[in-house]
């Protein structure tokens, strides 16, 4: 069962899609519209650094890439990177994907799911271990057949400075906090859901799908946001947005039974396969669905791929799409008049950036 970030570009990319070389990107600045980089290989997290640079991961390289006053260049490269966050003083925040769908927990060393940073000279060091966390503390809801409960994916990250760096384990169903010396933490725990099967040959009206936590931001009310992805069958309009109290440990968000003490809320529903969200500086919730259709046609029923995706904008409890055809978008980032999101996150080459609102 194919229920993980990764899981898809294992599915669903050529042996020659994924031998990429680092190509050329287009010049760009924060500011200008349109197409900003292009010819990326897999362009996946993205986020917009001091000085308004505009960092970009390119996943089947692990290419960190920075655009900056009309210029781009690679500054770093970590293997298997997905997703990067900036902090004030310009140091980079990476997370590493785990090593696939099926695939045991990763050994001590290897070049999978991980929390890296990079300093200023472009040299990487891991500061968390998330495999080997979750090695020790298997899922109990796991839904893989066969099962594999010690499974790790990491795929977002949100900064705390001064407090730590939370990440969204897609694979392991959880959102971890790493502390500032390393040490990591359960925030919460994502259960299951029960969708509609869409598919032919249902077995039944409906099954359970784990919930693949994609992504996580801070909110401009200090809460922790975690969008979903939702997993197989990948049922249009199943996934959602929690929001999770600042402080929260080993809350338990389950649709089925909501958390009595708020610490867990499901505040945004009816969305498909959600890879991103962020929040622009007027509070406006931005939500990057990678298939607006579901992942089925790509994943299941091969009748759409490279999937098309949508950015909605979301503010006091409406909805406005921004755009509706976005080719396979992997990332997005908000800045004053500007919305980056990254495009061809999985599939053949030639991945951009684009600038929604420039």
Same mark, same amino acid.
């Given at each position: 069962?194919?229920?993980?970030?990764?899981?898809?570009?294992?599915?669903?990319?050529?042996?020659?899609?994924?031998?990429?070389?680092?190509?050329?990107?287009?010049?760009?600045?924060?500011?200008?519209?349109?197409? #900003? &980089?292009?010819?990326?290989?897999?362009?996946?997290?993205?986020?917009?650094?001091?000085?308004?640079?505009?960092?970009? *991961?390119?996943? =089947?390289?692990?290419?960190?890439?920075?655009?900056?006053?009309?210029?781009? !260049?690679?500054?770093?490269?970590?293997?298997?990177? *997905?997703?990067?966050?900036?902090?004030?003083?310009?140091? @980079?925040?990476?997370?590493?994907?785990?090593?696939?769908?099926? =695939?045991?927990?990763?050994?001590?060393?290897?070049?999978?799911?991980?929390?890296?940073?990079?300093?200023?000279?472009?040299?990487?060091? *891991?500061?968390?271990?998330?495999?080997?966390?979750?090695?020790?503390?298997?899922?109990?809801?796991?839904?893989?057949?066969?099962?594999?409960?010690?499974?790790?994916?990491?795929?977002?990250?949100? @900064?705390?400075?001064?407090?730590?760096?939370?990440?969204?384990?897609?694979?392991?169903?959880?959102?971890?906090?790493?502390?500032?010396?390393?040490?990591?933490?359960?925030?919460?725990?994502?259960? %299951?859901?029960?969708?509609?099967?869409? @598919?032919?040959?249902?077995?039944?009206?409906?099954?359970?799908?784990? =919930?693949?936590?994609?992504?996580?931001?801070?909110? %401009?009310?200090?809460?922790?946001?975690?969008?979903?992805?939702?997993?197989?069958?990948?049922?249009?309009?199943?996934?959602?947005?929690?929001?999770?109290?600042?402080?929260?440990?080993?809350?338990?968000?389950?649709?089925?039974?909501?958390?009595?003490?708020?610490?867990?809320?499901?505040?945004?529903?009816? /969305?498909?396969?959600? #890879?991103?969200? =962020?929040?622009?500086?007027?509070?406006?919730?931005?939500?990057?669905? #990678?298939?607006?259709?579901?992942? &089925?046609?790509?994943?299941?029923?091969?009748?759409?791929?490279?999937?098309?995706?949508?950015?909605?904008?979301?503010?006091?409890?409406? !909805?406005?799409?921004?755009?509706?055809? @976005?080719?396979? %978008?992997?990332?997005?980032?908000?800045?004053?008049?500007? #919305? /980056?999101?990254?495009?061809?996150?999985?599939? %053949?080459?030639?991945?951009?950036?684009?600038?929604?609102?420039?």
């Amino acid at each position: 069962m194919v229920r993980t970030i990764r899981g898809m570009r294992a599915r669903l990319v050529t042996t020659a899609a994924v031998c990429f070389a680092v190509t050329g990107v287009a010049a760009a600045t924060a500011g200008s519209g349109g197409t #900003i &980089a292009e010819n990326l290989a897999n362009p996946r997290g993205i986020d917009i650094g001091p000085g308004k640079r505009v960092l970009v *991961v390119e996943s =089947a390289t692990g290419a960190i890439d920075e655009i900056r006053k009309g210029e781009t !260049r690679t500054i770093a490269t970590v293997p298997n990177a *997905v997703d990067v966050a900036a902090s004030g003083s310009g140091k @980079l925040y990476v997370v590493v994907g785990g090593p696939g769908p099926g =695939a045991p927990p990763p050994p001590p060393g290897s070049p999978f799911a991980k929390l890296v940073r990079v300093g200023h000279n472009g040299q990487a060091e *891991v500061i968390a271990d998330i495999g080997a966390y979750e090695a020790q503390n298997p899922d109990p809801d796991d839904l893989d057949m066969p099962a594999n409960p010690t499974e790790s994916n990491p795929n977002g990250l949100a @900064l705390l400075p001064g407090h730590g760096v939370l990440v969204a384990d897609a694979a392991a169903n959880r959102l971890l906090l790493v502390g500032n010396h390393g040490e990591i933490t359960t925030v919460a725990r994502f259960r %299951p859901e029960r969708v509609a099967w869409t @598919l032919p040959n249902p077995p039944s009206p409906t099954v359970l799908a784990e =919930a693949v936590p994609t992504a996580v931001a801070v909110g %401009p009310d200090g809460a922790w946001y975690v969008s979903e992805l939702t997993g197989f069958p990948f049922t249009k309009g199943a996934a959602r947005i929690w929001r999770i109290q600042p402080g929260t440990v080993d809350a338990v968000c389950d649709p089925a039974n909501p958390d009595p003490t708020g610490r867990c809320q499901s505040v945004a529903t009816g /969305f498909s396969s959600v #890879i991103d969200l =962020a929040f622009g500086p007027d509070g406006t919730m931005y939500v990057l669905e #990678i298939a607006k259709n579901g992942l &089925a046609g790509a994943l299941v029923l091969n009748t759409e791929f490279p999937p098309i995706g949508a950015l909605w904008a979301v503010k006091n409890g409406s !909805r406005t799409a921004v755009s509706d055809s @976005l080719v396979a %978008p992997g990332g997005v980032a908000v800045d004053h008049g500007d #919305i /980056f999101v990254t495009t061809l996150t999985f599939g %053949p080459p030639g991945g951009t950036v684009v600038n929604l609102g420039g």
